[in-house]
């Protein structure tokens, strides 16, 4: 069993940054592959990113590539995500989530967080 605790969200102005953290409970979090999601008012779970716990490759969603970094601490049970240039359309609940059950890319993992609201004004 996982338990992931989502933090620093908040509210920051376009073109700002902020960083997010998930602190995972239960063992071994070293080797699971992680994942970053959002999900704006009326519209589907979106993937941000994710990263391999095997390789420590990551990727990105289109939308955020080259402005998101993800990465991770075995060390704190901790995963982050670095958004940087932040525009409105960040705009959503984030959440982690650990265990895909198929592709990286898709929002079918087995432990979820509870999110964390970013907001980005326009």
Do not use: H
């Not at 409970?25 to 979106?46: D, I, V, Y």
């Not at 982050?80 to 993992?109: F, H, V």
């Amino acid at each position: 069993q996982v338990q992931l605790v989502e933090s620093g969200g908040g509210l920051v102005q376009a073109g700002g940054s902020l960083r997010l953290s998930c602190a995972a409970s239960g063992r071994p979090f070293s080797r699971r592959n992680l994942g970053w999601f959002r999900q704006a008012p009326g519209k589907e779970r979106e993937f941000v990113a994710a990263i391999s716990w095997s390789t420590d490759d990551t990727y990105y969603g289109d939308s955020v590539k080259g402005r998101f970094i993800i990465s991770r601490d075995n060390a704190k049970n901790t995963v982050y995500l670095q958004m940087n240039s932040l525009k409105p359309e960040d705009t959503a609940i984030y959440y982690c989530a650990a265990d895909p059950s198929g592709y990286y890319w898709r929002p079918a993992y087995d432990y979820w967080g509870q999110g964390t609201q970013v907001t980005v004004p326009s």
